[in-house]
């Protein structure tokens, strides 16, 4: 199935710290000594999901955090924080490399990212059900209210691209499909398979791929310092995973656990779309 036709139905600026490098020889150093891999986590499935009974985490960033863990023979850390202090929180060596992290040029200044991507996606909407825009410029007017998770790359590019629409910034994407549930805003703007996950959850509304739909690739963020031995193997790890298929891999497990049939919904490969 082509992403372009992907309609499923009753189905403020990024802030960033200054330039910081690792000290001590570097990450890769420092997770071997200590044993343990510390990702960055926030409440935003499909990437990252805490389970509100036994508080562990679960999730496609997560699941990728345990194989590369398991490469190095090291436990995995999960570090909570949010996409706004994502690198505040790598600068301050709270955590080692943070997935879904998208690498726009505002945070290419301030930390590290691999060539290679992670995987793609591509940015949707979940409007209301009788909507009939089927672009960005029919959904960009004066009466329209969009919701979208501050200090996401998402936040940047609805900024930029919505000149006319209502934005209104949320500090999760489980709090902008809550505000579109409770009618405070007309349309949510996340990544596909986000906005498949929060679908399943409302079952209200549609899900689009507004034109025109362009492949976002996504990455980790690292700190950046001297040695390029963590970052080398992360770059090396992202291209053999993704030539594995395993970020599709990932995906339909995680949509299975959630009672979502993965047959038709675009996966993480663009070349499969």
Request: aromatic share 8%; charged share 20%.
């Amino acid at each position: 199935m082509k992403i372009r036709s992907l309609i499923l139905t009753p189905i403020a600026a990024l802030a960033l710290a200054p330039m910081a490098h690792a000290q001590n020889g570097g990450t890769m150093a420092r997770v071997k000594e200590a044993g343990e891999l510390r990702i960055g986590v926030v409440s935003a499935e499909p990437w990252f999901y805490k389970d509100p009974t036994s508080e562990q985490w679960a999730g496609i960033g997560v699941a990728m955090g345990e194989r590369m863990a398991d490469d190095l023979g090291v436990a995995l850390f999960p570090v909570e924080t949010s996409w706004a202090n994502a690198v505040a929180g790598l600068q301050a060596n709270q955590f080692d490399i943070m997935f879904v992290l998208d690498a726009i040029e505002a945070r290419k200044r301030a930390l590290a990212f691999p060539e290679n991507p992670l995987f793609y996606y591509a940015m949707g909407a979940l409007v209301k059900e009788g909507s009939e825009a089927k672009t960005w410029d029919e959904l960009d007017t004066p009466e329209t209210r969009i919701g979208v998770t501050l200090g996401t790359s998402l936040d940047l590019s609805v900024t930029e691209m919505m000149t006319q629409a209502q934005i209104s910034r949320f500090s999760s994407n489980d709090e902008a499909t809550d505000a579109f549930a409770a009618g405070r805003i007309d349309a949510v703007v996340q990544f596909h398979p986000a906005l498949v996950v929060q679908y399943s959850r409302l079952r209200m509304g549609k899900v689009l791929l507004p034109e025109p739909v362009d492949p976002v690739a996504t990455s980790a963020g690292m700190r950046q310092e001297d040695s390029t031995e963590f970052l080398d193997w992360v770059n090396t790890t992202f291209a053999d995973l993704y030539a594995a298929g395993v970020p599709d891999e990932l995906f339909g497990a995680y949509l299975a656990s959630k009672d979502i049939d993965p047959n038709g919904i675009p996966g993480l490969l663009k070349e499969d779309w």
